[in-house]
């Protein structure tokens, strides 16, 4: 280690000691002091550690909390972000806050933005990458989806041996040719049939003939098991497959994978897709069914900000993250497997982390959730005038809808809500000041 790391490190973890201890806070301006004073200080921090990269569009946090669950079941020790600061400097103020075991194997699980992959790589050799999908999300930071795909495929060939675990039903993850080896997983639950994608989807185009992909089934937006009816490209073969799904409900799924049955305890179609990203990574390092059964049906786990429950004063919550079309949907659909009648509160920000332009509400299928038994609206955040409008156009009526252009205001009235049941949607950043009011407020405790 060179003088100047020294210097870098201990200045990181003293400032992440202040902060951590006087502030509640150190997720990231640790990492932005540490890489201030030594650029490179990923290449002496992510030394001795066996590290898997978790990256994409959605579900990033979930596969990855999932993930470390799975790996505990057999590692001792395993380092990760959990609270989803996923840039250079949050990942760099991960690494100083660990203690390296000095017997038996160190792991970290990274969740990485996709456009900080390249800002690990250029310093640490992953040993697996992992790909959960890539969807139309804060064009002004990514831009369409092929320019999110080249800005991890920049980082990934920076480390050609590192094994890819990538979702199979999603067509752009089979439209490169890697040298990296690579593991597929991926749904096989539907008989075949014969079909499109509805005409708003991105990704159906064939990177070979740039002809329209066909499917022989569709789990939702553009993964299936698709093919090419004009110049035979299609789907590759599975190495870990859902087989069967036996229950879908706001609050859990039942589900098999290679013959095996679990029990997930967070709803929705779309974190079906996590669970098995986890499997598979699980069985790629070695750990048995039976452990990662485990894992999976664990009740307790508490995901930060990711259909969290919380009970404010007989209100139970479900906080939501929301950020693009395909996201916002799918968590439309798994509302709608709800059998109680609910109330909906929608927070709506356009920070940076956000992404600042909020035309994607406008291919969000809200006019779906008007039909819904929803007893009342709230609406709230930086953009509460936006979402507000976009419920109004899909059919709420203004005797249903409570708008406040402030976030304590907002959070003041869901103890109003006639129903016990709210779910929230909200922004990255909407959900950060939901949860820090509700610390402050006593709902939630501090590193919860």
Not at 19 to 47: E, V
Not at 193 to 198: I, L, N, R, T, V
């Amino acid at each position: 280690m060179s003088f100047r790391s020294s210097i870098a490190k201990m200045a990181g973890k003293s400032s992440y000691w202040f902060l951590h201890t006087f502030r509640s806070g150190g997720s990231s301006l640790p990492g932005k002091i540490t890489t201030k004073i030594d650029p490179t200080i990923l290449k002496d921090l992510g030394q001795n550690y066996d590290v898997i990269v978790i990256t994409g569009t959605n579900g990033k946090t979930l596969t990855t909390a999932l993930t470390v669950k799975v790996l505990r079941q057999k590692y001792e020790h395993v380092l990760t972000n959990p609270t989803g600061s996923n840039m250079e400097q949050g990942i760099v103020t991960t690494f100083l806050t660990d203690h390296r075991s000095k017997n038996g194997k160190n792991i970290a699980v990274l969740e990485v933005d996709e456009a900080n992959v390249i800002k690990v790589t250029q310093y640490i050799k992953p040993i697996a990458f992992v790909f959960t999908n890539i969807f139309r999300d804060q064009m002004d930071r990514y831009g369409e989806i092929y320019t999110t795909y080249q800005k991890i495929l920049d980082g990934v060939k920076l480390a050609p041996e590192a094994t890819i675990i990538a979702n199979g039903d999603m067509p752009i993850f089979n439209s490169v040719d890697l040298p990296n080896p690579i593991l597929y997983y991926g749904f096989n639950n539907q008989a075949d049939g014969e079909m499109k994608a509805d005409p708003n989807t991105d990704g159906v185009v064939c990177p070979r003939c740039e002809h329209i992909i066909h499917y022989k089934f569709i789990s939702y937006s553009n993964q299936g098991k698709y093919y090419c009816p004009h110049c035979g490209w299609h789907r590759p073969e599975l190495n870990f497959q859902l087989t069967q799904i036996t229950k879908l409900t706001p609050n859990y799924s039942k589900f098999f994978i290679d013959a095996s049955n679990f029990t997930l305890h967070i709803g929705g179609l779309y974190n079906v897709y996590n669970a098995l990203a986890a499997y598979s990574v699980g069985k790629f390092m070695g750990v048995p069914t039976s452990q990662i059964q485990k894992a999976l049906n664990d009740p307790d786990e508490r995901v930060f900000g990711r259909q969290e429950q919380i009970n404010v004063d007989g209100k139970e919550l479900t906080i939501v993250l929301v950020k693009n079309p395909v996201g916002l949907n799918q968590v439309i659909d798994m509302v709608g497997t709800e059998t109680e009648p609910f109330s909906f509160v929608g927070l709506l920000n356009a920070n940076y982390a956000d992404g600042i332009d909020t035309s994607w509400i406008w291919d969000g299928n809200f006019e779906k959730l008007a039909q819904m038994n929803i007893q009342q609206y709230i609406t709230g955040g930086e953009r509460y005038k936006d979402i507000t409008f976009r419920l109004k156009v899909a059919g709420v009526t203004d005797d249903q809808l409570w708008t406040y252009d402030n976030l304590p205001d907002a959070i003041a009235n869901i103890k109003r809500l006639p129903t016990t049941r709210v779910y929230v949607f909200a922004t990255y950043t909407a959900m950060l000041q939901l949860r820090k009011q509700l610390i402050s407020d006593g709902y939630i405790k501090e590193g919860v």
